[in-house]
């Protein structure tokens, strides 16, 4: 690194003295070294002691069902075919309203599959009743 040794005219310089820049980057690392250790304190934490809780005998019921989405544009619900209508009024039947139950559909696609035919399958199955819709995929075995 190159240093300028005087002579010129006596001027303002553009260069940036370094030393001072140094001085205070290496005083402020020393005092984070020190500093940082006094902080890592341990904190005491009160926690409110622990009830116990009477489960229910038996869980809620989770209806769960798969719509299948052919390329052809046929519907599946769990393996038997159906049109739209026999979908709408099976999962109506199935997702009747049940307090406790999660009322979920699932629904698998072939990658030929129309994309409006799945999303009118969606929506028969969200109008049905079912409040959680998800997509199943399956993996490829090489």
Do not use: C
Request: glycine content about 10%.
């Amino acid at each position: 690194m190159g240093m300028a040794v005087g002579g010129g005219k006596g001027g303002v310089r553009a260069d940036i003295n370094m030393t001072p820049l140094i001085d205070i980057v290496l005083v402020l690392l020393i005092i984070f070294m020190v500093l940082t250790p006094m902080m890592l304190k341990e904190l005491n934490a009160n926690t409110p002691k622990s009830e116990e809780v009477k489960l229910p005998d038996q869980p809620p019921s989770t209806d769960i069902y798969m719509v299948e989405t052919k390329a052809d544009g046929k519907l599946l619900l769990n393996g038997t075919p159906l049109g739209d209508n026999e979908l709408f009024d099976k999962l109506k039947e199935g997702l009747a309203p049940k307090p406790d139950s999660k009322r979920i559909v699932f629904f698998k696609t072939d990658d030929d599959a129309g994309y409006g035919r799945v999303v009118r399958a969606m929506d028969l199955a969200r109008g049905a009743g079912a409040k959680t819709l998800g997509v199943a995929s399956a993996t490829k075995k090489d």
